[in-house]
């Protein structure tokens, strides 16, 4: 497959804190989705990117295709942020989005 | 709001049984995947599913067998499973070229 790379691999924050989540590709893609899974292992879709950024309340992500990278930011941490973050790409030429190996994100008060 | 289900939530079950696991999707999606993902949270791709079609077969053991009566539904079927079975087993679906993936809840496996 495809290397997918996320990084870093984990990460703790306080509460009210900011950061971002990278994920790194090594050739061009259609698109990359951000997931959140939480304790009870659920995928939660934060975002789709074709191109550009989008943002969601305290979450803003990016694709930069050309450079072949992602971004996730986060800002004003909660508790309930806390969770394994995962980002999924698929190639132009493949059939089935693959993911990285997560950011596992513990928010602290 | 849950539009991909999956059956059952957990199984445990011995080395050699079979095992079948099913996944609907009431999305309307042509395109459904089968997902696993290990004890680290690695999440790989198993199957592509394109109404009814396959079309991404990754390199899985020849125990596992995907089944598509229609787009809505993709089962996986696990002739006699073996400890590295242990997984949380992933159903998902999209529009024709993928745009978002939606996942269902996930069918715990557990291989004693």
């Known amino acids: 497959g495809m290397p997918v790379e996320q990084n870093p691999p984990a990460l703790s924050l306080y509460e009210g804190a900011e950061s971002g989540l990278r994920c790194n590709f090594s050739?061009?893609?259609?698109?990359v989705q951000w997931f959140q899974q939480n304790h009870r292992g659920r995928l939660i879709t934060l975002f789709y990117l074709a191109q550009g950024t989008k943002e969601n309340g305290r979450l803003k992500s990016t694709f930069n295709s050309k450079e072949r990278y992602s971004t996730l930011h986060i800002k004003d941490a909660q508790l309930e942020d806390s969770g394994t973050y995962f980002c999924?790409?698929?190639?132009?030429?493949?059939?089935?989005?693959?993911f990285g190996a997560g950011t596992k994100l513990s928010v602290k008060p | 709001e849950t539009a991909v289900f999956q059956t059952p939530n957990y199984h445990v079950t011995q080395v050699g049984n079979e095992v079948s696991f099913n996944c609907k999707q009431t999305l309307g999606h042509d395109t459904m995947y089968w997902y696993k993902q290990d004890s680290k949270k690695l999440l790989k791709i198993m199957f592509s599913?394109?109404?009814?079609?396959?079309?991404v077969n990754e390199t899985v053991p020849r125990r596992f067998s995907p089944q598509s009566s229609d787009k809505a539904h993709l089962n996986l079927r696990i002739k006699s499973v073996e400890p590295e079975d242990s997984a949380v087993y992933l159903c998902?679906?999209?529009?024709?070229?993928?745009?978002?993936?939606?996942f269902g809840a996930g069918t715990r496996l557990s291989v004693l």
């Open positions: 050739t061009t893609m259609k698109g």
């Open positions: 998902a679906s999209s529009v024709l070229g993928w745009n978002t993936l939606y």
């Open positions: 999924a790409v698929e190639a132009l030429n493949n059939n089935a989005p693959r």
């Open positions: 599913y394109n109404n009814k079609q396959l079309i």
